[in-house]
């Protein structure tokens, strides 16, 4: 779903939560699987949630070492989903396309679908029609998506979203940890050479806030006009962790090393 889309929300939200909610009506919740050879996984098309969801799919490789992992991706988050490891392959659905990608969804044969979108009702209703044996997701309060999941997992907006992530693994017994990574192809790392580099994204959400940048994102964002009004520290602005990241090198040749200031 193209983002910030009045025409493709609107469908979503007049199409999605009927169809969705009456189909689930008919549907029982099934077990998990015994034998698990195939698992699917979607995430937002955003950009920033799609580096943030590589933590997942990294304990999700993690925890199914001998399976395959379908990614299905969206044309707007293709580059960033080839840069973050743990899938074996990506396939590009439109989600607008009801019977493109319900075909596509079923021509996998998946055994676990995971869904790691948390407002979309046409992502919750794929999960529900791609024919896995076994589907999970978020529900998340006003949405009205989650009755055709095998296991829903509450999304809260106090919380980041690498922790709600982590909260749906967890609902299904896999152990999470993994920090969110990206594998930079080689000759891709323009920075490589200068020792102290800032950037800045000020529409991230504060510490805490669980909700995407952008149009729904309102009450999270920095409040600029304040902050430039008093004296304050970095802390204080920021209200977050300062932790060690790393980008790898795509062919192993060490690792970037910077100093990563965020709401995570």
Not at 192 to 218: I, Q
Request: hydrophobic share 40%; proline share 4%; net charge positive.
């Amino acid at each position: 779903m193209q983002r910030g889309s009045l025409a493709n929300r609107q469908m979503d939200f007049r199409l999605g939560i009927p169809l969705l909610n009456t189909l689930a009506t008919f549907r029982r919740r099934r077990a998990w699987p015994t034998a698990i050879r195939r698992v699917g996984v979607m995430c937002s098309p955003a950009l920033g949630d799609t580096l943030l969801f590589s933590g997942a799919l990294q304990d999700v490789r993690r925890h199914f070492p001998e399976a395959e992992i379908v990614h299905f991706c969206m044309s707007q988050n293709l580059a960033a989903a080839e840069l973050i490891p743990g899938a074996d392959r990506r396939v590009v659905i439109v989600l607008t396309k009801l019977g493109a990608t319900i075909r596509q969804l079923r021509a996998e044969r998946l055994d676990v679908l995971l869904d790691f979108t948390s407002w979309q009702r046409l992502t919750a209703f794929y999960s529900m029609m791609a024919g896995a044996q076994f589907c999970a997701g978020f529900k998340t309060p006003g949405q009205y998506r989650s009755r055709g999941y095998d296991l829903a997992i509450q999304h809260r907006d106090d919380r980041h979203e690498v922790e709600n992530f982590r909260e749906l693994l967890r609902g299904l017994g896999i152990e999470v940890g993994s920090t969110p990574q990206a594998v930079v192809p080689d000759g891709a790392r323009p920075l490589a050479h200068e020792r102290d580099v800032v950037v800045l994204h000020l529409w991230l959400p504060v510490f805490g806030a669980g909700c995407a940048s952008g149009r729904r994102s309102a009450g999270s964002r920095w409040h600029i006009a304040s902050a430039g009004r008093r004296r304050c520290s970095p802390s204080q602005l920021i209200r977050g962790y300062v932790e060690s990241s790393a980008v790898r090198s795509q062919d192993g040749g060490g690792w970037t090393q910077g100093r990563n200031i965020r709401g995570y």
